[in-house]
């Protein structure tokens, strides 16, 4: 869904308390270099404080992005600055307003939720009473608070995640990193998180860094997307610019797609054959459009009397992306 | 996204504008949960049983003094004199370092906790520091509080109190800095040992091996060289050596050759006939170039 202009000016004022600078996080040919693999190369953005979602295939580079922006790792050339911070030489201090949730399983298995959240507040330099409290308030914000006593080795996969977002949210960070924060979640526990991602950045004024490999996923609660490939960027800006592009309109057939693409072709829509998937681009995703487009459809699959199985709006993928104009 | 979800979650949130209490707050926490891990605090039966259990074990000497000493109707009766203390330990020393070293750092590691904690605004350095102060402080309670029971135990039993006391407290001063240099040397072993070796199983195995095993083979050098010039450079590469030289030096001891000590390590340590600030120089050595070690692992990582 496209986020409404209305949502976009609740965020700036939301924010506008958070960050003494515009920018929330800028890159100047940012590189990383790794022995035989270039991760980041020469990346240059900013980005305004908000909802952002980082995405790129697996191995484009986003959790090191992350990881210098935290300064846990050197970039091998280029800088990064974070609320207008250096993380190679004022990495303390990013730290301690940044919460970071990463990719993979980061979590002790024998010992309570409640009691590693509690540790990992004090790790961030809450004095320990409040650091009791907040922890309470987390796992009940996270929707844990009636299990946050149980051991984690013993929770799902979708209770870990919300731990790992707990532990980055305690001490109520400026700014979240979240790496692939929906990996490993069936639809309901995506749609639980990004709920709550939504809310932890529109309604608490955290700005959000989102990495995800699935565009479709998370743009609905960007505020803008920053896209990276090969550790080059592709694009960056606000979502609109993005949505624009790539709203497609799939439509599955039991039989003779061709026929239905070509008689879309001929009516003058882009449409191409996937197998059994008719793929017409929508042109836009503002939703007046794609419904008439696809009342449209649904006439003409009916007037070649086709056996319609399926009809989804679907996000662009990143080839989409890739494919674009630049 | 529905919203009745949401409003579950909404109860909770709230910005939070207390005091951020920085580093050196942070690094004392990690410290505390530390020293509590290691001890099984908050951890399974197990992991109490093993670290409650040494420490116990670490008791028996004195309490046995103690006990003997009250039964005994010997004056002076001495059946461990304090500078044999760490021989007769040794093996429960190792036991612990090598169980709760792995223990330490292995499991941050194998559970990839160590990206969470690096998140934190704390150095990679200050990790390795809280995790060997961690355990150096553990190893406080098998090396140091034994003394303690022994010199009050001793204090007590001592037919005129006041004179004992006035006569034996600079006892105090080797007691604590012999504790204190052999738990950071062992702890900084540990911990180096067990960043290095991956596996928890085989850090584990690792430091006891490497702490026994360079032991016996020194004395096997020692031995076997009849400590000539060589023989110095071998001890003063094994930790044990080092710390058990150290601790005589301390409580005033070497070049004597006790008796009472089956090991046979003072007779090593007493045979190279060094000054003794040599030993103690070289604990320090040893805890500085380890710390430092681990520390450079450290930085690599992540």
Request: proline share 4%; net charge negative.
């Amino acid at each position: 869904m496209v986020v409404a202009p209305a949502m976009l000016s609740v965020v700036s004022g939301a924010d506008s308390g958070v960050a003494t600078s515009v920018e929330l996080v800028s890159l100047m040919g940012l590189t990383k270099q790794y022995p035989g693999v270039m991760a980041l190369n020469g990346l240059t953005t900013t980005v305004a404080p908000g909802v952002i979602g980082l995405i790129g295939a697996n191995g484009s580079g986003k959790s090191t992005l992350m990881k210098i922006l935290l300064g846990l790792i050197p970039a091998t050339s280029g800088s990064a600055r974070v609320f207008g911070l250096d993380p190679t030489t004022d990495g303390l201090k990013i730290r301690e307003l940044i919460g970071y949730m990463p990719e993979n399983d980061c979590l002790p298995t024998d010992m309570s939720a409640t009691h590693f959240v509690m540790h990992m507040a004090q790790m961030s330099g809450l004095p320990r009473e409040q650091a009791r409290e907040r922890t309470a308030e987390i796992m009940r914000h996270v929707g844990l608070f009636e299990e946050r006593y149980r051991h984690i080795g013993g929770y799902s996969t979708g209770m870990k995640q919300r731990v790992k977002l707990a532990q980055a949210l305690v001490h109520d960070p400026k700014l979240l990193f979240l790496d692939e924060p929906t990996n490993g979640l069936d639809p309901n526990g995506r749609d639980d998180m990004l709920a709550l991602i939504q809310r932890t950045g529109h309604v608490f004024g955290v700005s959000v860094i989102m990495s995800s490999h699935l565009l479709g996923e998370i743009e609905s609660v960007c505020d803008s997307l920053v896209v990276i490939d090969g550790g080059m960027l592709v694009q960056s800006g606000p979502v609109t610019d993005f949505t624009g592009l790539v709203g497609v309109l799939a439509v599955e057939v039991d039989r003779d797609s061709e026929a239905l693409a070509a008689r879309l072709v001929s009516m003058g829509y882009e449409a191409a054959v996937e197998g059994r998937l008719v793929a017409v681009e929508v042109g836009t995703s503002a939703d007046v459009d794609a419904q008439r487009i696809t009342g449209i459809v649904i006439g003409v699959v009916a007037e070649l009397g086709l056996p319609l199985v399926s009809l989804t709006r679907r996000r662009a993928s990143l080839t989409d992306i890739f494919r674009g104009p630049q | 996204m529905t919203d009745s979800r949401g409003e579950i979650y909404d109860l909770g949130y709230r910005n939070y504008d207390g005091p951020r209490l920085g580093r050196a707050y942070a690094v004392r926490s990690l410290v505390q949960m530390s020293v509590r891990n290691t001890f099984g605090l908050g951890r399974g039966p197990m992991a109490k049983f093993l670290a409650f259990g040494l420490t116990l074990l670490a008791f028996i000497p004195a309490i046995a003094q103690l006990v003997i000493g009250a039964v005994v109707p010997v004056e002076d009766f001495t059946f461990i004199a304090p500078e044999e203390f760490f021989g007769t330990i040794q093996v429960i020393l190792v036991l612990f370092v090598a169980a709760m070293a792995s223990e330490l750092v292995g499991n941050d590691r194998k559970n990839n906790t160590l990206v969470l904690y690096f998140s934190r605004p704390i150095e990679k350095e200050d990790y390795v520091l809280a995790k060997i102060g961690a355990l150096a402080i553990a190893l406080l309670a098998l090396t140091l509080l034994p003394q303690v029971l022994l010199f009050l135990g001793n204090w007590l039993g001592a037919g005129d109190g006041t004179e004992w006391i006035s006569d034996n407290w600079t006892e105090l001063f080797p007691i604590v800095g012999a504790a204190v240099l052999v738990s950071a040397q062992l702890a900084s072993f540990g911990i180096l040992v067990a960043a290095l070796v991956t596996k928890r199983a085989f850090a584990l195995v690792s430091v006891l091996g490497g702490l026994l095993v360079i032991w016996i083979a020194t004395e096997i050098v020692v031995e076997l060289t009849d400590a000539g010039a060589g023989a110095i450079t071998v001890v003063m590469l094994s930790p044990l050596h080092v710390a058990r030289g150290a601790t005589l030096v301390l409580f005033g001891a070497v070049p004597e050759v006790s008796p009472f000590d089956g090991s046979g390590g003072d007779m090593t340590v007493g045979a190279l006939d060094l000054p003794g600030f040599v030993w103690i120089v070289a604990i320090i050595v040893h805890i500085a170039i380890f710390t430092a070690l681990a520390i450079r692992k450290y930085q690599r990582s992540v």
